[in-house]
Every structure is written in C-alpha cells, then in structure tokens.
C-alpha cells in the first residue's frame, strides 16, 4: 500500500478530506442546479427554513439586502423558489422551495442518501455514538474556528453563529 492508499485515521487528515469532499459534492450540486456557490447555500437555507423572508436571509448570511434580492430572484427564476406576499404587510415576502425543486434534489441526493445509509447500517449503535460525537464535536470546532476567523478578518457572506443554527 502506497501512501495514496493509507487509510487516514488522525483528525486533522480526516477532517481536510471531509471538508474538501464535502466542497466538491455541493459545487457539483449547484453546477447541476446552475447556480453559484452563494446562491446554492441561500436555496438550502430556505429549503431548510420555509417561509424565511429576505432580511432574515440577509441577517443570517451577511449579504446586502440587494443581493439577497438578486439571488432569489434567479432562484424564482430558475423554478426552485417561489414568494408569497404577507397577508398582513404586502411588502413583505416569505420563501419557499418548491415542488420541482424538492424532485431535482431527490435525485440528485439519492446516491449520497445511499451511501450514508450502507455506512450506517454497516456500524454499532455504540459506533454510531461515536461517529456522531466525532460530527457534533466537528462542526463545534468549525463554528467556533468560523469565529474566531471572522472576529479577526472581518469575514462576510456565512451564516451567523446564532439564528438558523439556534447555538451561540
């Protein structure tokens, strides 16, 4: 076995394949779908937040109000979302995906759901405490590096550490 075929065991390696994998998987989504990273990341958190508004969406991911507007209305564009006025303030909208949208990523995910469904069934209720541990203690550890980073970089354009997450 060559060093390109060694098993990765510690974090560090893990976690880097993880995150890269995990980039390559949704660049390849939102290419399918026809759309940029940006918008790919605002058409799951309005799949994930029915009837979210466009200032939350624009406090969540710290973009301008104007490209909030902008993407959504190439997602309404594209068919993946659609608005429905507020019945009680007319200038409002909430969003939501729609029917056609759910259809493509069903297949979409389908050989991801897949695999992650022969990877689990394949290990021990104690191994999968141990593997969600590892995930939960992950994206701790991205939040709070995501922080950290933000705090001294001044990093806009992704979700806030409170709001759609609901931790701190």
Same mark, same amino acid.
């Given at each position: ?50 009837? /979210? #508004? ?6 969540? &991911?710290? !973009?301008?109000? +104007?490209?909030? =507007?902008?993407?959504? *209305? @190439? ?55 141990? /593997? #969600? ?6 994206? &701790?550890? !991205?939040?709070? +590096?995501?922080? =950290?980073?933000?705090? *001294? @970089? ?15």
């Amino acid at each position: 076995m060559n060093a390109e075929e060694e098993p990765l065991t510690d974090g560090a390696s893990l976690g880097h394949e993880l995150s890269l994998w995990v980039v390559l998987f949704h660049d390849a989504v939102a290419a399918h779908l026809g759309v940029n990273a940006t918008e790919h990341k605002v058409l799951d958190l309005v799949g994930r937040h029915p009837g /979210v #508004s466009p200032t939350r969406l624009a406090q969540e &991911t710290r !973009l301008s109000y +104007a490209a909030i =507007t902008k993407i959504t *209305h @190439h997602l309404v564009e594209l068919g993946y979302v659609r608005r429905e006025r507020d019945p009680s303030d007319g200038r409002k909208f909430a969003l939501f995906v729609t029917p056609e949208h759910r259809r493509s990523m069903t297949g979409v995910m389908a050989p991801l759901i897949a695999g992650m469904a022969r990877v689990t069934g394949e290990l021990t209720e104690s191994e999968r405490e141990t /593997v #969600s541990r590892w995930l939960m203690g992950t994206v &701790t550890a !991205l939040r709070e +590096a995501t922080t =950290t980073v933000r705090a *001294h @970089h001044n990093s806009p354009a992704t979700p806030s550490d409170q709001g759609f997450h609901g931790t701190p």
